[in-house]
């Protein structure tokens, strides 16, 4: 006998009974413990919100480049860059 086996009758060698067995047919999946509940297999298909935090980021970005566009544009008019220059000439001169 195997280590495994000491302590369990002949009977259960036999049967293969005891937790270190795996199950037979009929009994779940080949390859599970007997002593493990069987999992119930997922039946409703493909989860509706996979990919969705992905598809946000996506959103997020395009928004955020787009500020960043919108920003580098107004930032290089004359206007407001003379208005910059002006408060940071100021504020040198202190």
């Given at each position: 006998m195997r280590?495994?086996?000491e302590?369990r009758?002949?009977?259960?060698v036999?049967?293969?009974?005891?937790?270190?067995?795996?199950?037979t047919?009929?009994?779940g999946?080949?390859?599970?413990?007997?002593d493990?509940p069987?999992?119930?297999?997922r039946t409703?298909g493909?989860?509706?919100?996979?990919g969705?935090?992905?598809?946000?980021?996506?959103v997020?970005t395009v928004a955020a480049?787009?500020?960043?566009?919108l920003l580098?544009?107004v930032?290089?008019?004359?206007?407001?860059?003379?208005?910059?220059e002006?408060?940071?000439s100021?504020?040198?001169?202190?």
């Open positions: 280590n495994e086996d302590g009758s002949a009977a259960e036999e049967q293969g009974g005891g937790a270190s067995t795996t199950a047919e009929g009994e999946s080949p390859g599970v413990r007997s493990e069987a999992r119930a297999p409703q493909v989860d509706p919100e996979a969705l935090a992905t598809a946000e980021y996506a997020a480049v787009g500020f960043a566009g580098i544009a930032l290089k008019s004359d206007t407001v860059r003379g208005l910059l002006g408060i940071i100021s504020a040198l001169s202190v």
